[in-house]
Every structure is written in structure tokens, then in C-alpha cells.
């Protein structure tokens, strides 16, 4: 099980990308279109972190981590089955792959394949 991308959506990208930088000697990049406009700071291991603001007024602040899977068609019908909610299927972001997003146990969780 290997962490992906880890999505922080929130209504102070300026503040919270500061703070980590500063705490954490990362520096982080210019808004990335395809990845909804996401502020993202590369970790030595090569997984990402992104900040950004909600997309719409119904989206609240969140920490969604992104699992990659080999499948994941598979991996959203093992979700399904363990009682998720699927809250975005498997979606192609042009350039990094497929994404899906889940809410269970009161979390959301997402899926990433490259």
C-alpha cells in the first residue's frame, strides 16, 4: 500500500502552503490546472502534496489521501463491496493518470492509477 498524493483543500492555499514550506523546507509550485488548480510540493520519494481551494461552494475543507492501485476498476467494485461510497469514478486527469474518489467511515479516500 503506497500513498500517492496527499489533497488538502482548503480556504487559505496562501497560508497553508507557507506553513509547510516553512516547516517542512519544501517548496511549492505554481497552481497546476489539470489537478484542480492545486499548489504541489514533490517529497524526495517522488509522492506529492497538493493545496487548493474548494472547487465549488458545496466542497468543504479536506485531507483526502490517494492510494495507488495496479486496477482501478477493481479497486473502486473491493471499495463498493466494503460499503463505500463512490463519490467520483474513475475520472482520467490527462497526463497523471486515473483518479477515484471514496467516502467511508466518515472519511473521504481516494485512488490514484499512473
Known sequence: MKMH???FVTHDV???????AAAHAVDFGEPVPSLGG??????SDGRLVGVRS??????????RP???????VSAVADVEAAGGTIA?????????GTIA???LGGNDH???QR
Open 110 to 112: 481516494g485512488l490514484w
Open 66 to 72: 490517494y492510494w495507488l492501485v495496479d486496477d482501478i
Open 14 to 20: 496562501a497560508g497553508v502552503c507557507a506553513a509547510y
Open 38 to 43: 492545486a499548489r504541489t510540493a514533490a517529497q
Open 5 to 7: 498524493y496527499l489533497e
Open 101 to 103: 474518489i471514496y467516502q
Open 54 to 63: 474548494p472547487l465549488h461552494d458545496q466542497e468543504d475543507p479536506v485531507v
Open 88 to 96: 467520483l469514478p474513475p475520472t482520467e486527469i490527462p497526463g497523471h
